[in-house]
């Protein structure tokens, strides 16, 4: 187990990593679909590869962080979270399986409309879990 650091541990900058998460993956979502819809498909395959990589780099690896560490120290503290903190893990994995899937459709259709409905499955599905998890943990 990781220790985690101490931006993990207050809801302030634990809400603050979050958003900044979000509205960076929505930012980058809305500029893949600007190019996709404007027939510019070199570009928004370019873009759709910077976004898998944000959600992979940025998001998920919040998520490893978590997982490596704080959801442990959360649990140890109160031991009626371990529930909780399942719920927790399976959204990550959720982001996981959905990144997954992006890069096999990809790889088998190119950009598609299976696609673009699985990176608004991981908008939606971070909002929630973000939410979720600022209202259960602190």
């Known amino acids: ?32 679909l600007e190019l ?28 490893d962080a978590e997982e490596s560490g704080f959801y442990q120290e959360k649990v140890e503290e109160n031991p009626a979270l371990r529930d909780v903190v399942i719920k927790l893990e399976r959204d990550h994995d959720l982001l996981r399986i959905i990144s997954k899937d992006i890069k096999e459709i990809r790889n088998e259709h190119g950009l598609n409309e299976a696609v673009i409905q699985r990176f608004y499955a991981l908008l939606t599905v971070n909002e929630i879990h973000s939410r979720d998890e600022e209202r259960l943990l602190f």
Request: proline fraction near 3%; avoid cysteine.
């Open 1 to 32: 187990m990781t220790k985690p650091g101490p931006a993990l541990k207050q809801l302030h900058s634990h809400h603050a990593i979050h958003e900044g998460g979000l509205s960076g993956a929505i930012q980058k979502t809305n500029n893949f």
């Open 36 to 63: 996709l819809r404007s027939r510019e498909l070199e570009a928004a395959n370019f873009a759709a590869d910077d976004l898998l990589d944000y959600w992979e780099t940025r998001v998920i690896s919040h998520a």
